[in-house]
């Protein structure tokens, strides 16, 4: 089955430090999106990307859909403290209707 | 407008007994997934809605869980029998149709515990 592949798991920063997780796939894919994780919350959507080579920016978060259709990254720009959570990349495609998501990136900033 | 919601929140219960997990998707939205999360993991899919069609059902673990969607909108998921490695947090999650139907929006989530 489809599969994709998160890093890092787990990453700690400073405040004010700009991060960067990424998602592969063995598949190509249509669609691509990124959602966070408050503790004792459900995941909730940052960036819907659709096409390959699109770079879309939220505020300090910027994530761009891989030109080989099978990667994308997520950047986040001088972190605060509530960026703290867990990030997820999901996407969409391969023959299958169903979002597949990574395994999450815990996200710590130290103030 | 009102997100998707879930009940109980949390619920701790026996081992052997049934539990029944409701959700309430955003209104209008066609499609309703349901997603395991053990505990610090990814999200796992278990069955998905979408329209009057067949659900999707090959994300099930066993048969002892099923899960209904009554007039295309509140869904319930039951798991009978509980065993104590069903225990982690249930999320649902519906989308609406159109070109941002893989933009699924989650509830927050139901805590099951079995003890």
């Known amino acids: 089955g489809q599969q994709l592949n998160q890093s890092p798991q787990s990453m700690f920063i400073q405040e004010g430090e700009d991060v960067s997780m990424n998602c592969t796939s063995s598949s190509i894919f249509n669609t691509w999106l990124w959602y966070k994780q408050d503790p004792g919350e459900g995941p909730v959507l940052l960036i819907a990307?659709?096409?390959?080579?699109e770079l879309t920016s939220n505020g300090r978060l910027t994530a761009q859909f891989g030109i080989t259709r099978k990667d994308s990254f997520l950047n986040i720009s001088a972190s605060i403290p509530s960026d703290v959570g867990i990030y997820f990349c999901?996407?969409?495609?391969?023959?299958?209707?169903?979002?597949?998501f990574g395994k999450g990136t815990k996200l710590t900033v130290n103030p | 407008g009102a997100g998707v919601s879930q009940s109980p929140s949390n619920k701790v219960t026996e081992k052997g007994k049934d539990v029944e997990l409701r959700c309430d998707p955003i209104s209008g939205h066609t499609a309703l997934y349901w997603y395991r999360q053990s505990l610090g993991q990814g999200l796992e899919f278990l069955i998905y809605?979408?329209?009057?069609?067949?659900?999707?059902k090959s994300g099930l673990p066993s048969d002892r869980f099923s899960a209904e969607r009554t007039g295309g909108s509140v869904s319930t998921l039951t798991i009978q029998r509980t065993q104590q490695e069903d225990s982690a947090v249930y999320l649902c999650?519906?989308?609406?149709?159109?070109?941002?139907?893989?933009?699924?929006?989650f509830g927050p989530g139901t805590r099951l515990t079995v003890l």
């Open positions: 999650a519906s989308s609406p149709l159109g070109f941002s139907y893989n933009e699924q929006f």
């Open positions: 999901a996407g969409q495609g391969g023959g299958s209707e169903k979002l597949v």
């Open positions: 809605f979408q329209g009057n069609s067949a659900p999707d």
């Open positions: 990307l659709y096409k390959a080579g």
